[in-house]
């Protein structure tokens, strides 16, 4: 859309994206890239200097942010493949596919969460040059790891990790050097790990991985540097070395107690839970070489018990809880994002609307542009979703690829089958057959 073009999304149903039950019979009117009214149907201007897109009571939504994202994964199943199985250039080009994949299940935007070889800040400047199709990018670093809890490490994992695709920092002073490169090179979020996890080779879930030095080293240097920190933490005392440390973001948090919720909450730091990723591990493990002792070892019964339990409580305390689970995986693979959106709904009992708000409103803040998108209102950015039914009424509607009928970033149409129509040739009238109603496809 050029700037000084308007469009009119007349007579549809308008889930803002902050938590509420939708709103019928509107009208959106965008100005260039950003949304400048949102009025009754019945008080639509009927002609002006803009287009009008009848949608016939279709919802339009703000575009949805997944708040944790390895765009390179693709179809992995150990540890060692999230590295290795691809070389760069191939992992690269699943990465440009998994971008344009995100436009197509209504995600407007990505928050990286740990990125092989620095793929994010790649791919942030070819969306943004038009080389390639995708949503707006939070790049993430390449992960921060140690080689094992304090007291194990293995300056021989240190030697045969290539630091191109995930550096191994067992020295203080190494952390600063790697995070202030980091940053250099684009990373606006830092990956570290306060935690291990039953899956990892170096340690497991309750145990620590980063001291508590080590990631408040991390997060000074970034927050100097205008970066956010984000922390793999799963066990509890790796939960509260993160929040001593001042992270910005929990990414996981599954046993997290009261205590620690109380403490999220007071200082406003971001947690992303982890309910899909390990319930399908556990599910459909088997199909994919994993032993079913294996499996039976694995404590991710407890940490999808525990994150039930805590999820309902979370939301009370105002938690700004946001989605994105480990995709990638084979038995996550990318373009199921709605799948975790769903089963929050029909396993933790999350209201629908409440999901939507952490996708969007909370996934805007988390991508850093809280006040300036994930809501459909006067001002925000008009990345908008189009479906043709309400996914607040029925959630389950986001795992509908039919449902979706057009994506737009900042008013232009990106991805979806219908697209806005445009304006004549000779005026800025109306064409008969836009003004007949029907949505006609790109």
């Known amino acids: 859309m050029t700037a000084d073009r308007r469009l009119l999304l007349h007579d549809v149903t308008v889930q803002e994206g902050l938590g509420r039950a939708s709103l019928p019979a509107r009208s959106v009117l965008v100005a260039g890239d950003r949304v400048e009214a949102v009025l009754p149907a019945a008080e639509a201007p009927s002609d002006g200097d803009f287009v009008r897109w009848e949608l016939g009571g279709a919802t339009v939504m703000p575009g949805m942010t997944l708040g944790h994202t390895h765009i390179a994964y693709a179809d992995v199943t150990t540890g060692r493949e999230t590295l290795f199985k691809y070389r760069v250039p191939e992992a690269a080009l699943h990465a440009a596919r998994h971008c344009a994949g995100l436009l197509e299940c209504g995600y ?50 240190k030697q045969r990790m290539p630091r191109e695709l995930m550096p191994v920092v067992d020295v203080l002073g190494d952390l600063v050097t790697y995070t202030e490169e980091e940053i250099d090179q684009g990373a606006e979020i830092i990956k570290v790990f306060s935690s291990g996890d039953d899956t990892f080779p170096n340690a497991r879930s309750d145990e620590l991985l980063f001291t508590r030095e080590e990631l408040t080293t991390v997060v000074e240097v970034a927050h100097r540097r205008g970066a956010r920190v984000r922390a793999h933490s799963r066990g509890l005392e790796g939960i509260r070395n993160a929040l001593a440390a001042g ?39 088997e199909r994919f070489g994993k032993a079913p002792d294996y499996l039976e070892a694995l404590d991710f019964k407890d940490e999808i018990a525990n994150t039930l339990r805590f999820l309902p409580k979370a939301e009370r305390l105002g938690l700004k809880i946001v989605p994105g689970d480990d995709f990638g995986f084979a038995w996550t693979p990318h373009g199921t994002y709605a799948d975790e959106l769903v089963m929050y709904v029909e396993r933790a009992g999350i209201a629908p609307e409440t999901v939507i708000k952490w996708a969007c409103a909370n996934g805007a803040e988390l991508a850093g542009r809280g006040g300036d998108a994930g809501v459909v209102a006067p001002g925000r950015l008009a990345d908008l979703v189009v479906w043709d039914r309400d996914p607040a009424a029925d959630l389950t509607v986001l795992q509908d690829r039919g449902a979706l009928r057009s994506v737009l970033i900042g008013g232009r149409h990106v991805a979806g089958p219908v697209a806005p129509p445009s304006p004549s040739p000779s005026s800025s009238a109306v064409p008969a057959a836009v003004r007949g109603g029907h949505l006609t496809p790109a």
Do not use: W
């Not at 403490?263 to 899909?276: D, H, K, M, N, Y």
């Open 108 to 157: 407007t935007a990505f928050v990286g969460a740990g990125s092989v070889a620095g793929i994010d800040m790649a791919l942030k400047n070819a969306v943004e040059a038009g080389v390639i199709r995708g949503p707006r990018i939070t790049p993430c670093s390449r992960d921060l790891m140690v080689s094992g809890p304090p007291g194990r490490r293995s300056p021989e994992l």
């Open 247 to 285: 992270v910005d973001v929990i990414d996981h948090a599954t046993y997290a107690d009261d205590a620690a919720l109380d403490l999220i909450a007071e200082r406003g730091v971001f947690v992303v839970p982890s309910l899909f990723q390990p319930d399908r591990l556990l599910a459909l493990g």
